[in-house]
């Protein structure tokens, strides 16, 4: 049996362009980490919120996908809680909070270093077998 996370990533040419390494994965969690580059940094001298929430949705998408049946992103939102900069390294822990039926809710806590950083929370809904 193929592993479902390993052929979903290996497909995701965004994750890849944007740097995003899988560190591991598990039934309902997964762990990705990123490297913010220059090309990241907004007017302000920081990361822009998007490559934040990148790595968090790369986790996210890991954790739900992490079952067999392909899952989507049904909604995810996400609070910024620390400013993040270039070359920080930040690492995205995904954990399941719950699965009802097609849909199930994701945490995700994107840290530099122990320092939070943000926090996701994703809901996804399956979609199909893969």
Request: proline share 3%.
């Amino acid at each position: 049996m193929t592993d479902p996370v390993a052929t979903m990533l290996a497909a995701d040419q965004a994750s890849r362009d944007l740097g995003i390494e899988l560190l591991e994965s598990a039934p309902g969690r997964a762990t990705a980490r990123m490297r913010v580059t220059a090309s990241m940094v907004n007017g302000h001298h920081l990361a822009h919120g998007a490559f934040v929430f990148a790595v968090a949705d790369t986790a996210f998408a890991c954790a739900c996908n992490s079952h067999g049946p392909v899952a989507v992103a049904a909604g995810a939102d996400i609070t910024f809680v620390a400013p993040v900069h270039e070359n920080d390294e930040l690492v995205a822990e995904a954990v399941e909070r719950t699965r009802f039926g097609r849909n199930g809710i994701y945490d995700v806590t994107v840290r530099r270093g122990t320092e939070i950083v943000a926090e996701f929370r994703g809901h996804s809904r399956t979609v199909g077998e893969r």
